[in-house]
């Protein structure tokens, strides 16, 4: 069965700050990885996602997120974050050749101050 | 991308009375519906795995005789809960996965129903 591990709960960072949300996973086979968005009330939006290839995997609005096989992490990045980023962000694994049921991280909370 | 909307986005319940939330797949047939509840920590709990024309497949712990779940077509799943009481109380989401596609798509999510029994 695989697991993911946000470590930060919250994250606050100035506006146009640079910033870094952790993501560990554990499997025991080959996985696809994920990263969500959640505003307030609201359901949740696929930002980015690793399926194979390239190990960099960028977004429409700035985030990236690499895959590091090694240290089993993908973490989701942003050089410079705007207000509008403010959000939960959430990292999901889908185990491939597997029941397909992706399994979330309890979450970040991005909080941007002006 | 594909849209699943989802109704109410807002419901507040009496105590001990049903209520029943809907999950729609608009521009696509999605064959498997999830069910999750997101708890006020945020983290995201699946409840159950809804697949169209058979039983829901419940995680443990659910309880299947008070959440439950019907997924009579390839576009609609609902979640009912049944005799709710304040501890219930929380935001669910569905999200749905388009038919023959499997762990390499993303799951496309509803907006939430947030639930509050009085």
């Known amino acids: 069965a695989q697991s993911v591990t946000q470590l930060d709960s919250q994250v606050p960072v100035f506006e146009e700050a640079p910033v870094e949300l952790r993501c560990n996973y554990s499997?025991?086979?080959?996985?696809?990885l994920f990263w969500y968005v959640q505003y307030p009330n609201q359901g949740l939006q696929l930002l980015l996602k690793?399926?194979?290839?390239?190990?960099l995997v960028e977004s429409i609005n700035g985030f990236e997120a690499e895959f590091n096989k090694s240290q089993t992490s993908f973490h989701l990045r942003k050089p410079s974050v705007h207000i509008s980023d403010t959000a939960e962000y959430f990292c999901?694994?889908?185990?491939?050749?597997?029941?397909?049921?992706?399994?979330f991280g309890r979450g970040t909370s991005l909080i941007v101050h002006p | 991308g594909a849209v699943v909307s989802q109704h109410p986005s807002r419901v507040i319940c009496k105590s001990g009375t049903s209520v029943k939330i809907e999950c729609r797949s608009l521009?696509?047939?999605?064959?498997?519906m999830f069910w999750y509840r997101q708890f006020p920590k945020k983290s995201l709990m699946l409840m159950a795995t809804?697949?169209?024309?058979?039983?829901?497949?419940?995680e443990q712990g659910v309880e299947k005789d008070k959440f439950l779940i019907n997924h009579a077509s390839l576009t609609l799943s609902t979640l009912t809960v049944t005799s709710a009481h304040p501890e219930d109380s929380s935001f669910y989401i569905c999200?749905?996965?388009?038919?023959?596609?499997?762990?390499?798509?993303?799951?496309?999510f509803g907006q939430g129903t947030r639930l509050t029994v009085v």
């Open positions: 999200s749905a996965r388009e038919a023959g596609q499997g762990g390499n798509t993303e799951a496309f």
């Open positions: 499997s025991s086979v080959s996985v696809y």
């Open positions: 690793y399926l194979s290839g390239s190990t």
């Open positions: 999901a694994v889908s185990e491939s050749g597997g029941s397909y049921i992706p399994t």
């Open positions: 521009d696509f047939q999605a064959t498997t």
């Open positions: 809804s697949n169209e024309g058979s039983k829901a497949t419940y």
